[in-house]
């Protein structure tokens, strides 16, 4: 998997091609530079001017997060939180990968019917 950010973020292996937004590229892009990545490193990633860092930074953070763990099911990876730390990026074991590819497809299939 490689990340391409110009000129605009992407995850890429072989013809699979996953557009990300900006602040969903940063993240990925703070995941690959450091092993490990804690709360504070990530708001100082997304939001360098503390001015204007939303009021509700944790939740805008948190679905960021989500969206960005689904955009990596197909390459195999997930976002895992490290409880009292931060997140780090983990490959997913064969059986662990089909399970959330079965539950994506169950959910957007119940969202078409809706």
Known sequence: MKLS??????LRHGALRVPLAR????????LLAHREVRVDL????????????PDLW???LAVCLYKL???LLP???TVAARYGFGWRLLEL???ERLDCLRRS???ASRRQAA
């Open 93 to 95: 074991r064969r059986d």
């Open 105 to 107: 497809e169950a959910s």
């Open 58 to 60: 944790y939740r805008s």
């Open 75 to 77: 390459f195999g990876m």
């Open 5 to 10: 950010i110009w000129p605009h973020y992407e």
């Open 69 to 71: 763990r689904r955009k």
């Open 42 to 53: 990530l708001m100082e990633v997304l939001w360098p001017d503390p001015d204007r860092m």
């Open 23 to 30: 602040q969903e590229g940063l993240v990925m892009t703070a």
